[in-house]
Structures are given as C-alpha cells and as structure tokens.
C-alpha cells in the first residue's frame, strides 16, 4: 500500500476579503491536489477523555484499514480535558514535559497510555506507506505550532484538500464555522446547552445507566446546531472549489447533499450541490451498545458511513519498542506545543484558538468545570 504521487490540476474560486476567519489562505489556491483511491476519515476521538470512549474503536478501525491516505480530522488529543483536568487538580503551573505526567502520577495512567496507543498505530499505519494527516480542532487547536511540520510520518494541518475517490474534497475539523465555539461557548445558549450536558454526564456515571441523560442532550444540541452547521461546511467547501466536505465537530455521523445557492455577475443564480460529510463520534454508539466508534469511507465507488464495535473484540494493541519511542517522542512535541500555546491554567480554554491575545481569566466565582478528575 502507498500513497499515489500523480496529482490533479484545478482552479480554485476567489477567497472573499475577509476569508472565513483567516483559516483558509489564498496560498490554497490553483494549486494542484493529490490524488489518492481510498480514504479513512477520524474525528472527535477524545484521547485523553475517557468519557469518550471512541479511541479504542478508532484504533481498531485504523489498524484493520488499508487505504491510501488517513485523516485524523480534529479533536484527536482531548488537551482541554488536560487542560481542565490540571486546574481541577489545584496545579498553578504546567508539568515541565508530557512523561512528568506519569513519573509523578499526575495524570491517570489509563488517559495517557490511549493517547500513547493511539499514535503507536498511527505510526505503524504510516511505516506501512499511508498518508496520514492531522487537521487540528478546537480540543487541540494547541498544535497548531506544528502546522507544516510531518513527525514519524504524521503531517499537521489546519485544513487538507486533496482529491479522493474522483473527487476534489475539503477536510476540516468545523469548528471554525461554529459560532458558538467561536465566541468559546460563553453565549446563553451554549451556557445552558453546557450546563445540562455536564450535570448529565455526571448523573450518569454515578448512577451507571448508560449515559441515558448525556445522550438526551447531546441530541438535543445536534438538533439545533446540524443544518447550518451543514451549511457553512459546504460553503467552506464551494468556496475552495471542493465538490465535497468532511467535518466533525457535532459528532453527527451523516452524509448528505447540500444545496449551495451562488450568485453570478452576470445576474443569474446557480444552484451547486456538496457532498457533506460527517464523521460523527462514539458517544452515541457507546451508551447504546457497550463500544465502538463511528468514520467515513471514501474510495472510487462511494463514500459510506464505517462503524466498528470493539465490546466482544477488544482492540489488540501495538506492542513494538520501536514504535513506542517515537509515540513518546511525538506525544512530548504535542505536549510541548500545548504547553508553550497556553502558557498559563488561570484562564478560559480558548475554542476560537486566539491564545496569543490574552485568554479570558477564570471568573472569582461560579468556575464550571467539568467532573475531570472524578474518574480515571
């Protein structure tokens, strides 16, 4: 298995003035995309975040994989969990490096040993001739300082376009077109919808029903926000000449076809359709059916939703040496990256990634975090 090496020539539209936020750059324009036949599309796995439980099945789903390229499209390494976990525990400043968090019992052994895993069979995926890509999120926006940058055969990015399957496709997290994680979910909607899912996630786990209640909002929250999400990605899309999407983000796995409206200079109007495509996450699945996770499959014949369960066929993970050091030496880049962005636990987790202008201090009273250090 490798990566294809032809590429395909196309003519991008012109960025508006102010495009999307700055995320997307003219630089993405009229430049020539590669090709590849087959692509596993991940997102929202959580690592990090043992109360999402997707990581396992990804692993699972990437392992048993053999496709040209692997897009790890956003929230891969859950570092606001980290990030929150730390300040829940009382730390005033950041552990010097990622393997502190182990050495001095910091961190629980289980979170960091599946972020470890995770990266082992990504490595491994990598040596065996696949492109992988991580596209950055708004959990792990911090690597963003290794956008450009490919470590043991993993490249970071803010966004990926590449052509798959036949046709031009746009990867991105999504949450650059969410406006509520753009104003970092401090909104009277975003507070109320947040309020509700934590105290959730809370009752369910003390009364071990399943995430009955977690679940609940989490559809609730999906309803709300689904179309227009759906929306702005396939206008993200159309705008970078894309035929097709793939988003996470809402942890909604659906694809569909959305209908953008452009209008001409000429006066007409033209109705252009996207492929919209979300890989979803485990939550769901979890609470229903005991594990597994949720992705997307593009090759030459479609592009279908991929699940996997791993409650009767746990994972068997990597167990090379090799491997494992340069797992650990990837993890120390990332956690470096982390703790060099953030610089400081006396502040708001910043979704919108504006770290370098001065993140919002922690308010005197009321601080809701979330049940972190409550379970392992």
């Given amino acids: 298995m490798s990566a294809k090496s032809n590429v395909h020539s196309i003519t991008r539209h012109e960025l508006p003035p102010i495009a999307l936020s700055g995320v997307f750059r003219p630089e993405a324009q009229n430049k020539e995309l590669p090709i590849y036949k087959s692509a596993l599309v991940v997102s929202d796995s959580h690592n990090g975040d043992n109360l999402h439980p997707a990581a396992d099945g990804h692993m699972q789903m990437i392992a048993l994989s053999d496709v040209e390229l692997l897009v790890l499209n956003g929230d891969i390494i859950d570092f606001e969990e980290i990030f929150h976990y730390f300040q829940e525990i009382g730390l005033k400043e950041f552990p010097k490096n990622f393997a502190e968090l182990a050495e001095k019992n910091i961190y629980p052994p289980n979170r960091i040993e599946s972020m470890l895993q995770f990266l ?3 490595i491994d995926k990598a040596q065996q001739g696949a492109r992988i890509v991580y596209v950055t999120g708004n959990h792990d926006n911090v690597v963003e300082a290794l956008h450009g940058q490919n470590i043991h055969g993993i ?13 031009d496709s746009l990867f991105l997290h999504g949450h650059q077109g969410d406006k509520n994680a753009d104003a970092n979910y401090r909104s009277p909607i975003s507070k109320f919808f947040n309020t509700r899912y934590f105290e959730a996630r809370k009752h369910d786990h003390k009364k071990q029903n399943n995430g009955y209640y977690t ?7 999906k309803g709300v926000v689904n179309n227009p999400f759906r929306k702005k990605m396939a206008t993200f899309a159309h705008i970078m000449g894309a035929e097709q999407v793939f988003a996470g983000h809402i942890h909604e796995h659906h694809i569909g076809t959305v209908n953008i409206k452009q209008s001409n200079a000429n006066g007409t109007t033209t109705y ?3 492929t919209y495509c979300n890989t979803g996450d485990d939550a769901d ?3 229903k059916n005991g594990s ?3 992705a997307i499959l593009a090759d030459e014949n479609s592009v279908k939703k991929h699940t996997i369960s791993t409650k009767d066929k746990p994972y068997n993970h990597i167990q090379n040496q090799e491997i494992r050091e340069k797992s650990s030496y990837l993890m120390e880049k990332l956690y470096a990256a982390f703790k060099n962005t953030v610089r400081s636990l006396d502040c708001h987790w910043q979704h919108d990634g504006k770290w370098n202008t001065n993140p919002a201090p922690l308010p005197t009273k009321d601080h809701p975090l979330k049940p972190h250090s409550q379970v392992a």
Avoid: H, R, T
């Fill in 155 to 167: 490249e970071f990015k803010p966004y990926f376009l590449a052509n798959v399957g036949g046709k």
């Fill in 292 to 294: 597994g996770a949720k």
């Fill in 215 to 221: 679940n609940m909002w989490k559809e609730i929250g």
């Fill in 120 to 122: 082992d069979v990504c």
């Fill in 285 to 287: 699945n979890f609470y």
């Fill in 272 to 274: 252009i359709d996207i």
